[in-house]
């Protein structure tokens, strides 16, 4: 599996922007998938997860109640419905691939492949 994000960009503050993610391969849906950023000189973080059938999720506090993380396995793409978005959600957006026996992982070590990331820039 090879993992292709798109949809970032330049969004003043309290705007909306969708990311998505389209994997490669075969067998997306044997993934939990996740979202991680970073920011410049900040270490990674962990954003929002979702299990394999979409049932589970899991987000940063920091992004709750803003973000919304859905998939679609027919199209074998992730998506982060990015709100209400704040200056300091600027960072590059990596979406993530794991093949575990957790439904949904919030620490990036569980995830197994990694997409090259997609920037997302507020301005305030």
């Known amino acids: 599996v090879q993992l292709q994000a798109s949809g970032g960009g330049l969004v003043q503050a309290g705007g909306s922007l969708r990311v998505s993610c389209t994997a490669s391969g075969r067998n997306f849906r044997n993934y939990a998938m996740g979202w991680f950023r970073q920011a410049p000189g900040k270490e990674r973080e962990f954003v929002a997860a979702i299990n394999w059938s979409g049932i589970i999720t899991y987000y940063a506090d920091s992004v709750k109640g803003r973000f919304t993380i859905s998939r679609d396995n027919a199209k074998s793409t992730v998506f982060l419905q990015m709100n209400s978005l704040k200056p300091e959600d600027t960072a590059v957006y990596y979406c993530?691939?794991?093949?575990?026996?957790?439904?949904?992982?919030?620490?990036?070590?569980?995830?197994?492949?990694w997409g090259r990331g997609t920037q997302v820039t507020v301005s305030s």
């Open positions: 993530a691939a794991s093949y575990t026996v957790l439904p949904a992982p919030r620490v990036g070590d569980e995830y197994d492949i």
